[in-house]
């Protein structure tokens, strides 16, 4: 019996998720945070780290929280949002109405709660983009990555979307990693 493959979905236009991705950090930050999130232009030009063995990586100051939430479904991919901690700190300040003692008080847990919650609401709008767009899919669950200096590696095969923010004089990054699923 010939086995047969099914077909893959065509690459996602990087004019699609470019636009989506400013769209939803746009529209979280402001509802949630009252925050205007501007794109940079461009990468800044230290934004790669590493060799060229190894994958380039968004550069922000360290120490990091990242954020990150996959979706599956006719559409894989994960989104990671890159926070400088001192930038993930307002964010969970302002978020949770805590000052820099009460935050201080909670330690990580707050801050990765809320970093996580605002992955996924940027993450779920879109995901509801792609679902409009045909590529039905489900989201995960919130992860939390800290620490400095560390590789986030595509998918293999994976198309592969950096793209930086402003945001109250910090730098916020989304890497966003796509593949063809079911």
């Known amino acids: 019996m010939p086995t047969t493959t099914a077909p893959t979905?065509?690459?996602?236009?990087?004019?699609?998720?470019?636009?989506?991705?400013?769209?939803?950090?746009?529209?979280?930050?402001?509802?949630?945070?009252?925050y205007g999130v501007q794109p940079a232009a461009a990468a800044p030009p230290d934004s790669a780290v590493g060799s060229s063995s190894r994958p380039s990586v968004p550069a922000i100051p360290a120490p990091l929280v990242v954020g990150t939430v996959g979706f599956i479904g006719k559409l894989n991919g994960l989104i990671?949002?890159?926070?400088d901690e001192s930038l993930a700190l307002r964010c969970t300040g302002d978020m949770l109405c805590m000052g820099e003692l009460e935050l201080a008080e909670t330690g990580a847990e707050s801050v990765n709660d809320a970093i996580g919650e605002l992955t996924n609401m940027v993450v779920g709008s879109f995901k509801n983009c792609l679902c409009d767009a045909g590529y039905p899919c489900k989201l995960t669950i919130p992860s939390i990555l800290r620490g400095s200096n560390f590789c986030v590696e595509p998918i293999s095969h994976a198309q592969r979307h950096v793209y930086y923010f402003q945001c109250h004089g910090h730098q916020m990054v989304a890497d966003i990693h796509l593949k063809?699923?079911?």
């Open 9 to 34: 979905a065509a690459p996602i236009a990087e004019t699609f998720v470019r636009e989506n991705i400013i769209r939803a950090i746009g529209d979280v930050f402001q509802t949630m945070l009252g």
């Open 80 to 83: 990671y949002l890159y926070f």
């Open 180 to 182: 063809s699923g079911e």
